[in-house]
């Protein structure tokens, strides 16, 4: 999906969760600003839905701290916490780095075959300055690295953490030198995992944050 999908009707299977990506986008993009109420009406009229499926996926994004449910206002976007961030993202990190040693060693050939292949569309995403879907392969690839770790605690509480973070990882790409620093480390990341270099793969993974961290401070200052 492209942030220029985010004007049209909605279909109707998986509505709810289609919106909740629309809505999030428009977040991130910076088009609902932190500290405004989310306008219902406009969205409902803009996406060519009713109130119920868009609330719905309101409770969504207050679960994922997107926005905040405000008595006798109604949802209002969350302003962003770089103290939070600090807090969080080296826990991230720390949990990715972990997943990467681990999947070195335990990640079957289909899934080393699958990341590759994500990395792959990552390159294509950033070459075409796709933001909105270079991001969500980004995500799509660490995931797949946490799942690869066949570890259920570590999956359950990276899940919890950075769902925190969701936001902010996609700030940390709009600068177009770390946009491109950070597909370069996606490449040698997805190498290290298919030469299953547990070390190597997990240094990459905690330097890949750590580079996250510096590009999130400079945009939230």
Do not use: C
Request: charged share 30%.
């Amino acid at each position: 999906m492209t942030f220029a999908d985010t004007t049209g009707k909605l279909a109707r299977p998986a509505l709810s969760v289609e919106l909740t990506d629309r809505v999030r986008e428009l977040i991130m993009e910076g088009e609902l600003k932190e500290g405004h109420k989310v306008p219902e009406r406009y969205l409902t009229e803009r996406f060519g839905v009713s109130r119920t499926p868009l609330r719905e996926a309101i409770k969504v994004l207050a679960h994922e701290g997107f926005v905040v449910l405000v008595p006798n206002r109604g949802a209002v976007v969350a302003p962003q916490s770089l103290d939070e961030i600090e807090e969080i993202l080296p826990i991230v990190g720390a949990l990715e780095g972990l997943a990467g040693e681990l999947a070195a060693q335990h990640a079957s050939d289909a899934d080393i075959r699958n990341i590759s292949r994500l990395t792959d569309r990552l390159r294509e995403a950033f070459e075409a300055r796709d933001r909105p879907t270079y991001f969500q392969i980004n995500q799509s690839i660490h995931a797949a690295i946490i799942q690869a770790a066949g570890n259920p605690a570590l999956l359950r509480n990276h899940a919890t953490f950075a769902r925190r973070i969701y936001r902010a990882r996609y700030q940390a790409n709009l600068s177009e030198s770390r946009w491109k620093e950070a597909t370069e480390e996606h490449e040698k990341i997805a190498e290290a995992l298919a030469a299953r270099d547990a070390k190597g793969l997990g240094e990459l993974l905690r330097e890949h944050l750590s580079h996250k961290m510096r590009s999130i401070r400079s945009a939230l200052k």
